[in-house]
């Protein structure tokens, strides 16, 4: 916990609350100012939306439709900043079919469109990461995506965005603050809001969830950072002002890459919304949806409904369509969606056109909205807001600065060749870690050459080492099973059994890190399973109150472990 670190008699020059993408992007620009910055998180890193998006970074082709050039342009220069120097290990280049289902005018205007998408990326200076598009013919788009209905479409335009794993974006940017001085606590919660006499917030109290234990942190500024809890914790500094969220529902399938045939990912408009089918790793990611939900936001869960809607749009235009029995996984994320003005009582606010930065009170800022392509210029406008005049003295740098694991990884890459062959690992596992860890894969091969054991794969999880479970908890902060199988790998919906086979061998690598006894991992084991069970029955439900009611059948890992001293 932050007590470790932080003497409660000190102050802070930013604290932050919430560890999704946008919390953990603020505490890695506070940080690189010079300010004395923490992060705490209620759960675990990324536990929320910023572990269950579409795992793109892209520009928003839906916004050329709006003529909405700026937004575009902004978040093209992110992507391309990530893909080239921030985090060239995490994100990938994908290329994407349009298909198009009339010859001419279609074709024209689709065209158009991407056309100006590829400009837009061409404004910034430096070299361009991705390749421009280009117009298919229905053979060509047939030999990219032979799985396309042959009656799907007349032809395709081609364009390229890029991927990355959410979660593992999210951690990295907390190793990469933790490693500038910032201090970070996950299974944090805060629980009031200090104000002095003006009524300026001045701090939080905050309770390490694993141990029960209090602590009082002061913070010349504080930064609500909580997407879909927003207002609940803007409720804690007992002011009426402040931002509007609702939540939005976003369902997506996971399935097997052999069982589609295709070699791009697809976009599909549909009534609704946009549809995508994402390679990702060895998936396919197929969503999403967009239902509002008014529930408890800590466990969204896809419906049967959901599923069906999925299944229904994608098998529109698959030559062979999937079933239930094809899906491995599933997972259902909240998009916070910033409702138009602020309540009564914000002093005043910083607006863009996907989110705001406001004060509802003097001591504290919130930012809301935003997309994860996009979280770097959310964290610089919240910390700009938050330290005011102060900004210029100490603009934000994390431009230039490359998340851990980027530094050194063409070095790394060629030496991974040497490591493979040391202990047998495939091209393909090595591009997994490298992918994965980047230049930081000589720390996992610095675990195997103390442990060889740790070199080999997981007997129920052959797609990741022993070392990589070891790794979640010795460099990356699991403090549960849940946060390994879930967030730190993603077997949660990445095998059938969504890690529940392989809950007893990772229980017994984490275990003896985390100080686990046998009823420790036993605890640990049957809160896994018994989560597994419980969303698998909410995914038979036709609608969120029931599939609500089955997911709460169980609790969560945080209430079932017994606190320590």
Same mark, same amino acid.
């Given at each position: 916990?932050?007590?470790?670190?932080?003497?409660?008699?000190?102050e802070?020059?930013v604290?932050?609350?919430g560890g999704?993408?946008?919390?953990?992007?603020?505490?890695?620009?506070?940080?690189?100012?010079?300010?004395?910055t923490?992060?705490?998180e209620a759960?675990?890193w990324?536990?929320?939306?910023s572990?269950?998006?579409?795992?793109l970074v892209?520009?928003?082709?839906?916004y050329?439709?709006?003529?909405?050039?700026?937004?575009?342009?902004?978040?093209?220069?992110?992507?391309?900043?990530?893909?080239?120097?921030?985090?060239?290990?995490?994100?990938r280049p994908?290329?994407?079919?349009?298909?198009l289902?009339?010859?001419?005018?279609?074709?024209?205007?689709?065209?158009a469109?991407?056309?100006?998408?590829d400009i837009?990326?061409?404004?910034?200076?430096?070299?361009?990461?991705?390749?421009?598009?280009?117009?298919?013919?229905?053979?060509?788009?047939?030999?990219?995506f032979?799985?396309?209905a042959h009656?799907?479409?007349?032809?395709?335009?081609?364009?390229?965005?890029?991927s990355?794993?959410?979660?593992r974006?999210?951690a990295t940017?907390?190793?990469t603050?933790?490693?500038?001085?910032?201090?970070?606590?996950?299974?944090?919660?805060?629980?009031?809001?200090?104000?002095?006499?003006?009524?300026a917030v001045?701090?939080?109290?905050?309770?390490?969830?694993?141990?029960?234990?209090?602590?009082?942190?002061?913070?010349?500024?504080?930064v609500?950072a909580?997407?879909?809890?927003t207002?609940?914790?803007?409720?804690?500094?007992?002011?009426e002002?402040?931002?509007?969220?609702?939540?939005?529902k976003?369902?997506?399938?996971?399935?097997?890459?052999?069982?589609?045939?295709?070699?791009?990912?697809?976009?599909?408009?549909?009534?609704k919304?946009?549809?995508?089918v994402?390679?990702?790793s060895?998936?396919w990611i197929?969503?999403?949806?967009?239902t509002?939900?008014?529930?408890?936001?800590t466990?969204?869960?896809?419906?049967?409904?959901d599923?069906?809607?999925v299944?229904?749009?994608?098998?529109?235009?698959?030559?062979?369509?999937?079933?239930?029995?094809?899906?491995?996984?599933?997972y259902?994320?909240?998009?916070?969606?910033?409702?138009?003005?602020?309540?009564?009582? $914000?002093?005043?606010?910083?607006?863009?056109?996907?989110?705001?930065?406001?004060?509802p009170?003097?001591?504290?800022?919130?930012?809301?909205?935003?997309?994860?392509?996009?979280?770097?210029?959310?964290?610089?406008?919240?910390?700009?807001?938050?330290?005011?005049?102060?900004?210029?003295?100490?603009?934000?740098i994390?431009?230039?600065?490359?998340?851990?694991?980027?530094?050194?990884?063409?070095?790394?890459?060629?030496?991974?060749r040497?490591?493979?062959?040391?202990?047998?690992?495939?091209?393909?596992?090595?591009?997994?870690l490298?992918?994965?860890?980047?230049?930081?894969?000589?720390?996992?091969?610095?675990?195997?050459?103390?442990?060889?054991?740790?070199?080999?794969?997981?007997?129920?999880?052959?797609?990741?080492?022993?070392?990589?479970?070891?790794?979640?908890v010795?460099?990356?902060?699991?403090?549960?099973?849940?946060?390994?199988?879930?967030?730190?790998?993603?077997?949660?919906y990445?095998?059938?059994d969504?890690? $529940?086979?392989?809950?007893?061998?990772?229980?017994?690598?984490?275990?003896?890190?985390?100080?686990?006894?046998?009823?420790d991992a036993?605890?640990?084991?049957?809160?896994?399973?018994?989560?597994?069970?419980?969303?698998?029955?909410?995914?038979?439900?036709?609608?969120?109150?029931?599939?609500?009611?089955?997911?709460?059948?169980?609790?969560?890992?945080?209430?079932?472990?017994?606190?320590?001293?």
């Amino acid at each position: 916990m932050l007590e470790a670190s932080v003497s409660p008699s000190a102050e802070l020059d930013v604290l932050v609350i919430g560890g999704g993408v946008t919390g953990a992007g603020i505490a890695l620009d506070a940080v690189t100012r010079g300010l004395s910055t923490a992060v705490v998180e209620a759960q675990d890193w990324a536990q929320g939306t910023s572990s269950r998006s579409s795992k793109l970074v892209h520009g928003g082709l839906r916004y050329l439709q709006m003529l909405d050039f700026e937004l575009v342009h902004e978040a093209l220069t992110e992507r391309d900043l990530l893909l080239r120097d921030l985090a060239p290990h995490l994100v990938r280049p994908v290329p994407f079919l349009y298909p198009l289902e009339h010859r001419v005018w279609e074709r024209a205007y689709v065209g158009a469109g991407i056309a100006m998408y590829d400009i837009l990326a061409t404004l910034t200076p430096g070299r361009r990461p991705m390749p421009f598009h280009r117009h298919l013919s229905k053979n060509q788009m047939e030999a990219k995506f032979p799985d396309l209905a042959h009656d799907a479409a007349v032809g395709a335009v081609q364009y390229w965005d890029a991927s990355v794993d959410d979660a593992r974006l999210v951690a990295t940017l907390i190793r990469t603050a933790a490693s500038y001085g910032a201090h970070a606590a996950s299974r944090t919660q805060v629980v009031s809001l200090t104000q002095g006499a003006t009524g300026a917030v001045n701090g939080a109290v905050l309770v390490d969830l694993e141990t029960g234990k209090e602590i009082t942190v002061r913070a010349r500024s504080v930064v609500n950072a909580t997407g879909v809890w927003t207002e609940e914790t803007e409720a804690l500094a007992g002011s009426e002002g402040g931002l509007r969220v609702l939540a939005s529902k976003g369902v997506h399938l996971v399935v097997p890459r052999e069982r589609i045939r295709g070699h791009a990912g697809l976009i599909l408009q549909t009534e609704k919304s946009v549809l995508f089918v994402i390679p990702w790793s060895r998936y396919w990611i197929i969503g999403t949806t967009d239902t509002p939900w008014s529930l408890d936001p800590t466990h969204p869960v896809a419906t049967s409904t959901d599923i069906d809607y999925v299944l229904d749009h994608a098998n529109a235009v698959l030559a062979h369509p999937l079933t239930r029995e094809d899906i491995i996984g599933t997972y259902a994320g909240l998009r916070p969606l910033l409702q138009p003005g602020t309540k009564a009582g $914000t002093s005043s606010a910083k607006v863009s056109r996907e989110h705001t930065v406001a004060s509802p009170t003097p001591g504290l800022t919130v930012i809301a909205g935003g997309k994860l392509t996009t979280y770097r210029i959310m964290a610089k406008d919240a910390v700009d807001f938050a330290i005011g005049q102060r900004s210029a003295a100490l603009p934000s740098i994390t431009h230039q600065i490359p998340l851990t694991g980027a530094v050194g990884l063409r070095a790394v890459q060629r030496q991974a060749r040497t490591w493979g062959k040391r202990y047998g690992w495939a091209p393909p596992l090595l591009d997994h870690l490298l992918h994965r860890y980047g230049a930081n894969l000589a720390e996992i091969v610095e675990l195997c050459d103390a442990d060889p054991t740790l070199a080999q794969p997981l007997e129920h999880a052959a797609a990741y080492l022993r070392a990589e479970v070891h790794y979640a908890v010795s460099h990356e902060g699991a403090l549960h099973l849940e946060d390994v199988l879930a967030h730190r790998t993603r077997l949660v919906y990445e095998v059938a059994d969504r890690g $529940t086979e392989a809950a007893e061998e990772v229980a017994a690598v984490v275990g003896p890190l985390l100080g686990w006894d046998a009823s420790d991992a036993e605890r640990e084991i049957r809160a896994w399973q018994s989560r597994i069970e419980a969303e698998r029955h909410a995914e038979e439900a036709p609608d969120d109150e029931a599939a609500e009611r089955a997911r709460l059948t169980t609790q969560d890992v945080a209430a079932m472990q017994p606190l320590r001293n």
